[in-house]
């Protein structure tokens, strides 16, 4: 290479910015052109220019101004030049005193308002597109596409920065797909780019991208990634970007192509379902690998189909993705025909997702293989304040594939009943460690009344005796009341009277009605039942209240019916309502048999309100104290059964539209079951379509029911599945710790396959709570016995049915600690069967290792502390059996074995047998005790010193098993 000083000359008239020059950048070298070089120094010169120019302008302002020119002549010397303050563009206007006239203007100042408009104009690195050629602002029917496409390539081009500030662009028709060739930065302050419809391409990403405060609306893929590149050394960006009715933000199914980090903060892309109740496009799917880190900050995404927010490539790619943070964002109504998922982490290294809400994310058209609200893959992860309303949850509403995972807040899963119900959480780690998770179903079950005339009965299994705020029965009226003094009895407690929940009145005539759902709350201090019409607002449409009305066009005018609505503002006196496109008629009350016309504030916003049509009134009347049950959820009738006749009544269509949901109240005990729903009978099947058969439905569960032709198909719902499902590898650590069930229904609460360390700590199941087994333990290795298994802290209220299995085991446990379980509490009624607070389904001898258990307390007639006991080679419990024992005369010294045995659960041959007397009476005698058949305890009696005829009394029974 020739040396510098032997180069040709190149005089400075023939420089024009293409010249390539060598220069070093990271430690590489590479050209660029003399423009590229100078135009930070250019850019620094004509800010140091603008304010000097600046200064010089304040200077001369500085001079005193004066609000009319009268004024600046008064006030200056003849010869002088004084300033009149102006509006506007203009700041001041210079005039000089010539005799006492002013003179004609010298000159003017411009204002702060005209200068930050040309600012972008006249900043050669800047090009403000209000302001370039071709382009309209705030005009929907200007064809602005040539000039923003030239706007935009002249940006990328001349590597200037593209600024809207608070300005709409509209581009009707003519758009070509913009490439980013080179790149793109874009600022705005809120200025929108809207597109000719939903579906067509913004751009094209083949270069880096730097977008802050832009909105697009109606546009498909914003910037969509068609072929690999490698931009391994530059950000893709997008901060303060909002798209509606569009597809996905950014877009790439492209593994390979590479960037350095995807930038996402403070931003939304929402969409409105369509007509088949199907989302717009995708939220963010950069299903892409080879990065080093994705920030996803500040958003919501919602209307959106297949997926939600999608980050990272999986599963070819998934050693070449980076970390991963997503947090405080909202996620909901991703709606497909088949796969949808919410949040997808696809990490190699870390993840961290922290404040989420995902929530209605599902499939239209039947079950998918693949529903998933959140979904996280990494080495090493953290999650915390998540919430999650789990939608058609077909694989999990929250699933982990993690080496290790914490948690650093809480995390609830709420579901209100859905036609897919499966395990809400999924976790496969060596080394998972969750705090803090709850589970709940909402649901309330509802009982039918019969009886006659003003005395109202109600039988339901499903009710505990409390009927409190916590506990409420909520039942349909068989007829209408016909007396103000109506009473109810439930499950045979006696006819209390019912009176309005809202101010301790009367039932008027006609307020309890077949048409609505009534929850009834006993009175703590006085033998009476509140009530009052309840709906979930969830199920209830919002109105608009105009001129004092409020109009109702998808329903039916009927006598009798209820109607429910939300208004959103408030009524006035004489409010009025109108159904079907029918006549405005007056919204009354009924007070003592007297109809009035409603108050102002009787009908408030925000408060779900029912009324009844009256045709002999011509008018609605409202329902007492109508009111709301705050959350979604669904009412699951109770039906009354007749043989395997059922029989039910629903009154709000809209909650079994998808499926109906129904608590059978025994077995079945034929092939031929039928159910008569609102009036229509029809038979039911099983869940594949084949005919029932004997025990198929079980008294207690939920089942889903789905219309086949002219006939149900029975599905139960969580009957299969588990709360959490664990599954862990050789030699780990796998922590719950405070799990919390409310209402649910799952096969197992939470079921570990582990081969390692399994600490369950903290379970605790309320409200409507069944289960087959709260926490179950499996040993992939059945032989080895190393797992190790801890259970502790565990407060179970148990909802109606047979009894379960509050801690299963099976072959292959190394060894099993036990504490603090308290006796389960039954709410409703019991079935026939029993349960067990320790049980296995391994009956074989030695099949287990060692079991601990300290505090472990079973519920009298309802569990037994052990089953198959004798599967563990040791058992070391402090489980007392109390017994009444009346010893014979002893004599001193002499010893007798009292004639009766024991029963001690789980107690084995040649287990050491502890006696402790209970009675201070007995304390002059010596007990102890041994097994001689397994489950019974021969009890010795050892007379003291002086001998004589010990006391009766009562005495304690425990046991240690040693190898």
């Not at 200068?115 to 071709?134: E, F, K, N, S, W």
């Not at 409020?550 to 409010?575: C, H, K, Q």
Request: aromatic share 8%.
């Amino acid at each position: 290479m020739a040396r510098i000083s032997q180069l040709p000359v190149l005089v400075s008239n023939e420089v024009d910015g293409t010249e390539a020059i060598p220069v070093v950048k990271s430690g590489r070298t590479v050209q660029a052109t003399s423009e590229a070089i100078m135009a930070p120094q250019v850019a620094k010169a004509e800010v140091q220019a603008n304010r000097a120019e600046l200064a010089a302008t304040q200077a001369a302002v500085a001079q005193s101004a004066y609000d009319t020119i009268e004024q600046g002549l008064a006030a200056t010397a003849d010869g002088a030049v004084f300033n009149v303050r102006g509006s506007g563009d203009t700041f001041a206007t210079s005039y000089r005193n010539d005799g006492g006239s002013a003179s004609a203007a010298l000159g003017a100042f411009p204002s702060k308002q005209y200068l930050d408009g040309i600012a972008p104009g006249v900043l050669t690195h800047q090009i403000a597109l209000d302001r370039y050629a071709g382009v309209q602002v705030d005009n929907p029917a200007a064809d602005n596409a040539q000039g923003i496409m030239a706007a935009v390539t002249e940006a990328m081009t001349m590597g200037k920065t593209l600024t809207l500030g608070p300005r709409s662009f509209h581009v009707p028709s003519g758009w070509a797909t913009l490439p980013i060739g080179n790149t793109l930065k874009v600022r705005g302050e809120g200025g929108r780019l809207v597109g000719p419809a939903i579906g067509t391409e913004f751009a094209l990403l083949r270069a880096p991208i730097d977008i802050d405060g832009v909105n697009f609306d109606s546009w498909g893929n914003l910037f969509l990634a068609d072929q690999n590149m490698d931009l391994s050394e530059y950000d893709v960006i997008l901060r303060n970007v909002h798209a509606r009715e569009c597809y996905a933000m950014v877009f790439s199914t492209r593994e390979d192509f590479r960037i350095r980090r995807l930038i996402l903060e403070n931003f939304s892309n929402v969409s409105e379902l369509n007509a088949n109740g199907v989302g717009q496009g995708q939220g963010v799917r950069w299903q892409a690998a080879n990065f080093e880190s994705i920030l996803a900050r500040g958003f919501l995404i919602r209307g959106k189909n297949y997926q939600g927010l999608r980050l990272g490539g999986y599963p070819h790619s998934l050693f070449r993705n980076g970390d991963i943070t997503v947090e405080d964002g909202i996620v909901e109504k991703i709606i497909s025909n088949g796969q949808s998922n919410g949040v997808q982490i696809f990490a190699s290294r870390q993840f961290y997702a922290n404040n989420l809400v995902i929530r209605n994310v599902d499939c239209v058209s039947g079950s998918s293989s693949n529903v998933e609200p959140f979904y996280c893959v990494g080495e090493k992860g953290q999650i915390g304040s998540i919430f999650i309303d789990n939608g058609g949850n077909d694989q999990g509403a929250l699933a982990i594939k993690a080496g290790e995972v914490t948690s650093h807040g809480p995390i609830e899963i709420f579901t209100r009943l859905h036609p897919r119900m499966t395990s809400a959480v999924r976790i496969d780690g060596d080394n998972v460690e969750l705090d803090g998770l709850r589970i709940t179903w909402s649901w309330e079950a509802l009982a039918k009344t019969a009886g006659t005339g003003a005395a109202y009965t109600a039988s339901s299994k499903y009710q505990d005796v409390d009927y409190n705020r916590a506990n409420p029965l909520f039942f349909v009226p068989h007829t209408v009341n016909t007396s103000t003094a109506p009473t109810l009895d439930v499950n045979g407690i006696g006819a209390l009277p019912m009176v309005a929940e809202n101010n301790n009145g009367p039932v008027e005539i006609g307020q309890l009605r077949p048409g609505a759902v009534y929850r009834a709350i006993k009175d703590p201090n006085n033998a009476r039942f509140w009530v009052r019409a309840i709906n979930y607002e969830a199920n209830v449409l919002p109105v608009e209240v105009e001129d004092n009305h409020i109009s109702l066009p998808d329903e039916t005018l009927v006598n009798g019916r209820v109607y429910w609505f939300l208004p959103r503002t408030t009524m006035g006196a004489g409010g009025t309502m109108s159904v079907g496109g029918g006549a405005a008629r007056n919204i009354r009350t009924n007070t003592g048999g007297t109809l009035s016309n409603i108050g102002g504030g009787s009908v408030s916003n925000g408060f779900p309100k029912a009324v009844y049509y009256s045709a002999a009134d011509d008018c609605f009347i409202l329902l007492q104290g109508s009111g709301k049950l705050a959350q979604p959820g669904r009412f699951v009738p109770c039906p009354v059964a007749s043989g395997d006749r059922y029989d039910f009544e629903h009154p709000y269509p809209a909650d079994y539209a998808d499926a109906a949901f129904v608590l059978f109240p025994e077995n079945n005990t034929t092939t031929d079951v039928r159910i008569n729903l609102d009036g229509t009978e029809r038979g039911v099947l099983r869940a594949n379509g084949l005919a029932m058969t004997a025990g198929y439905l079980a008294g207690g569960a939920i089942y889903r029911l789905d219309r086949s032709g002219e006939d149900w198909l029975a599905t139960r719902v969580g009957g299969t599945s588990y709360g959490i499902d664990c599954v862990g590898g050789r030699g780990g650590r796998m922590i719950v710790r405070n799990t919390r069930f409310v209402n649910t229904q799952y096969q197992y609460g939470i079921e570990v396959d582990f081969e390692g360390y399994a600490e369950i700590d903290g379970v605790y199941g309320e409200g409507k709570f069944a289960f087959n087994r709260v926490v179950t333990f499996n040993a992939p290795n059945s032989s080895a016995l190393t797992t190790r298994a801890v259970v502790k802290n565990m407060e179970i209220e148990h909802f109606y049915g047979d009894g379960g299995t509050l801690i299963r085991w099976a072959a292959g446990i190394g060894s099993m600690e036990v504490r603090n379980v308290a006796p389960v509490r039954v709410r409703g009624q019991l079935g026939t069967a029993q349960g067990s607070v320790i049980g296995s389904i391994a009956s074989g001898p030695n099949t287990a290792g060692a079991l601990k258990v300290r505090n472990v307390r079973a519920a009298a007639n309802y569990q037994s502390l052990f089953t198959y006991a004798e599967s563990f080679t040791s058992i070391d419990s402090d489980h007392v059996t109390l017994a009444n024992v009346n010893p014979p005369p002893i004599a001193a010294g002499a010893s007798v074995v009292l004639g009766s045995t024991v029963a001690v659960t789980g107690l084995k041959v040649g287990d050491l047998v502890k006696v402790h007397p209970v009675d201070s009476d007995l304390s002059d005698v010596t007990y102890s005790g041994k097994c001689l058949s397994d489950g019974l305890a021969t009890i010795i009696c050892r007379g003291g010193a002086a001998g004589g005829n010990p006391p009766s009394g009562q005495i304690a029974i425990s046991y240690e098993r040693r190898v």
